[in-house]
């Protein structure tokens, strides 16, 4: 991790480079390097399909995979070998030094060697050329694809165990179990580790700059891990939604749904989280600053724990996070086993969940809709709605918030429009959220097959401020000669960021009957302020 510096928003760099595009070189192999040894995942009993968040859930494919458990003793292994490298080539592992090179190829070979398509990226700053390795896993959607990144070089001052060598190691190990497992996501994974991070983001930064924009759009979810075994550790998750409401504001569209992801993870094992900004202090701010939405997690550098901190996590309060950090002690001694296992295991829990969701479910389509033009929904359809303010209409939304917290967001999933409640932003988050009570939309209707498996799957929002309560709410169903709700999310006396999250449930119990989906929010409470909006539906059957 790069020093703090004070900064006024999200980071921006420049970066010198000998070429305008990205190179590939070929990297020869560290000699003597050994694979280490791999063992056998255990099933993760923690990890359930069902992603929970603070006030409501977002609904993953009942055959998801589960994630397998990370051996910490493989991800040590792997530090050892960063640690041996840097021992042989002047203490450190940085820009520009033998060392860093040699880590390169280290992690190469492992890659290389379980099938990955890897490519070595070159770039020049200060004089010295840098490069980031790019692995590809062969399979999942092009279009759709969940990148994990992490800086493996060093300051020159030591040899970067945690700082990052955790991070670096800790994904490695995730990439190798991802060919262990045979696992096959729906969406693509590619992982990064960047060059000269601790000199600016130079890596990240030139990798980002040299995509084209076309390849920038097919990013969905960046994942960031830089320092995850610091020695009197913490757990911090990046403030994808402002929650915190410091510093940077919250991360693009699509971060709250990461910060939740691994929340998730870590409410499973009983460990509780606490935000971190972001602040630009490491390699999500390339990405966070061309629009794609970022996430992960961190331990703690150079900031001192507090009584607070300690008497939620323990360790020493008063000491910081990382006593070694950027310092020569920065070695496989300062490294917390116990926070480098939890993360690992968050790590791999993140990509299986963000890699099986949020993608429409194979099979034929029987019903779609983007919402870019005009097919019959109806508003108020029974008559009986009470919003006097706010209702659903179809349209192209404009962005809202109060107090640096995403009321409503202006960017969609697809296209330019989606259902909202009340699109306009006005001169006040408040003067067109939804108010007064109960607003409905129905879809036409829609004649489902009597065979097969049919599946409805659709991206929402719900936004609320911390006057809200469990009254507020917002719900899917599909009505029939039955109803299968697909979603029910409360609201809750607490701040809730928009941002866009996934469902998809199956709805066979209605087979071979005609039915209608209707949306429904509401605002129940007394002088809530909420928002939501629903895009692409689409129901398959296979």
């Known amino acids: 991790m790069k020093p703090r510096t004070p900064r006024p928003g999200w980071l921006v760099v420049a970066v010198a480079a000998t070429t305008a595009a990205a190179s590939a070189i070929a990297v020869p192999s560290t000699a003597g390097a050994a694979r280490p040894g791999i063992a056998a995942p255990a099933s993760s009993a923690a990890v359930a399909a069902l992603v929970s968040s603070a006030a409501g859930t977002a609904l993953v494919s009942s055959a998801a995979v589960a994630a397998p458990n990370i051996a910490v003793a493989n991800v040590k292994t792997h530090l050892s070998q960063l640690q041996s490298i840097a021992t042989a080539n002047g203490g450190n592992r940085a820009h520009g030094r033998p060392g860093y090179l040699a880590s390169v190829n280290y992690v190469k070979a492992q890659l290389d060697a379980v099938g990955y398509t890897t490519a070595v990226q070159s770039f020049t700053y200060n004089g010295a050329t840098g490069y980031n390795l790019i692995a590809d896993w062969p399979g999942g959607d092009p279009n759709a694809v969940v990148m ?8 020159t001052a030591g040899p970067g165990i945690n700082d990052n060598g955790s991070g670096s190691a800790a994904i490695l190990e995730v990439a190798l179990a991802v060919a262990r497992t045979g696992f096959a996501p729906d969406r693509h994974l590619r992982f990064g580790w960047w060059g000269a991070e601790e000199l600016g983001l130079r890596g990240s930064q030139y990798y980002v700059n040299n995509l084209p924009a076309a390849e920038r759009t097919r990013i969905k979810q960046y994942l960031n891990f830089d320092m995850v075994g610091s020695p009197n ?59 794609i939405p970022a996430g992960g997690t961190f331990t703690g550098a150079e900031g001192v724990k507090t009584s607070a901190q300690a008497s939620l996590w323990g360790g020493t309060a008063g000491s910081a996070f990382d006593p070694c950090y950027h310092r020569s002690c920065d070695t496989t001694t300062n490294i917390n086993d116990t926070a480098l296992d939890r993360n690992a295991d968050a ?69 330019s429009n989606d259902l909202v409640t009340g699109r306009l932003a006005g001169s006040s988050a408040g003067d067109y959220d939804l108010d007064g009570g109960v607003s409905t939309i129905q879809s036409p209707t829609i004649t489902l097959p009597s065979t097969g498996t049919l599946t409805l799957s659709f991206s929402w929002y719900l936004a609320h401020l911390s006057n809200s309560s469990s009254a507020d709410y917002l719900r899917v169903r599909v009505v029939g000669a039955g109803t299968v709700t697909a979603l029910n999310v409360a609201g809750a006396a607490t701040n809730r960021a928009a941002a866009w999250q996934s469902a998809s449930v199956n709805i066979s119990a209605l087979s071979g009957q005609t039915v209608r989906i209707v949306i429904d929010a509401a605002d129940a409470s007394t002088a809530s302020l909420v928002e939501a909006a629903v895009d692409d539906v689409r129901i398959t059957q296979s």
Do not use: C
């Open 148 to 155: 994990t990144g992490a800086h493996l070089d060093s300051v």
């Open 233 to 291: 550790a913490g757990y911090f998750v990046y403030d994808g939604d402002n929650s915190d409401g410091v510093g940077a504001g919250p991360g693009p569209a699509g971060s709250a749904q990461i910060e939740q992801t691994i929340q998730a993870y870590f409410t499973s094992i009983g460990v509780p989280t606490r935000g971190t900004d972001f602040d630009g202090r490491s390699d999500y701010g390339p990405f966070i600053n061309v629009g």
């Open 347 to 415: 790590i791999a829990y993140t990509i299986w969940t963000l890699a099986q969701a949020a993608t429409p479910p194979p099979g034929t389509t029987v019903y779609s809709d983007t919402f870019e033009t005009a097919t019959g929904w109806t508003t108020n359809p029974a008559g009986t709605d009470t919003a006097t303010l706010g209702q659903w209409e179809r349209g192209d939304p404009e962005a809202t918030s109060s107090s640096g917290i995403a009321t409503q967001l202006g960017t969609t999933v697809s296209g």
